[in-house]
T-cell receptor, first 114, second 113 residues
Framework: EAQVTQNPRYLITVTGKKLTVTCSQNMNHEYMSWYRQDPGLGLRQIYY???????DKGDVPEGYKVSRKEKRNFPLILESPSPNQTSLYFC?????????????FGQGTRLTVV | AQSVTQLGSHVSVSEGALVLLRCNYSSSVPPYLFWYVQYPNQGLQLLLKYTSAATLVKGINGFEAEFKKSETSFHLTKPSAHMSDAAEYFC???????????FGAGTRLFVKA
């Protein structure tokens, strides 16, 4: 089954404790991205990657890091989480080069930083 | 630069009534346009997309949207609302062939019995 898998689904952590949210897709998509969803603001892009070892900042990259060492994986790293990073996070993938311009989303990770 | 504006953060309709969710976009190049739906505790899933093939686009679950270049609009409609349509709907625009997608703030649809 074609899917984007995020882990964990729910996470509560304390300020300053480094964490990683994993994202994996099995569709051989070249494009992957991370979004955060906050009430009234829709989805805002954090980082994106156009292919292996090619990443770039989205609209709200501060406080986040990413890496793309393999085509299927695109982890999101919070080196020192703060309460303002409490949000719902989504990973998405697509394949514009194959004509698949729509994004396939993971189930989301609800992060709470206390 | 691209942007998306969804008019109305909340829309309430009666079951069986017309659903109309409004979306206006701005883009400096011909855009790709999308509508996504999000059910509680789930990710977003694609309802329909416009990629310049036809101005009237039909999607899943009886939804359709019409691309109007002169009005820079891509409104979502469904002739008859069903209780299962209650969800949040997002309009999105991409002007780089899908590589950079901007989402609207979302419209939550309530369906009354």
């Amino acid at each position: 089954e074609a899917q984007v898998t995020q882990n964990p689904r729910y996470l509560i952590t304390v300020t300053g404790k480094k964490l990683t949210v994993t994202c994996s897709q099995n569709m051989n998509h070249e494009y992957m991205s991370w979004y955060r969803q906050d009430p009234g603001l829709g989805l805002r892009q954090i980082y994106y990657s156009m292919n292996v070892e090619v990443t770039d900042k989205g609209d709200v990259p501060e406080g986040y890091k990413v890496s793309r060492k393999e085509k299927r994986n695109f982890p999101l790293i919070l080196e020192s989480p703060s309460p303002n990073q409490t949000s719902l996070y989504f990973c998405a993938s697509s394949s514009p080069l194959q004509g698949r311009t729509e994004a396939f989303f993971g189930q989301g990770t609800r992060l709470t930083v206390v | 630069a691209q942007s998306v504006t969804q008019l109305g953060s909340h829309v309430s309709v009666s079951e069986g009534a017309l659903v109309l969710l409004r979306c206006n976009y701005s883009s400096s190049v011909p855009p790709y346009l999308f509508w996504y739906v999000q059910y509680p505790n789930q990710g977003l899933q694609l309802l329909l997309k416009y990629t310049s093939a036809a101005t009237l686009v039909k999607g899943i679950n009886g939804f359709e949207a019409e691309f109007k270049k002169s009005e820079t609009s891509f409104h979502l409609t469904k002739p008859s609302a069903h209780m299962s349509d209650a969800a949040e709907y997002f309009c999105a625009v991409s002007a780089l062939g899908g590589f950079k997608t901007i989402f609207g703030a979302g419209t939550r649809l309530f369906v009354k019995a």
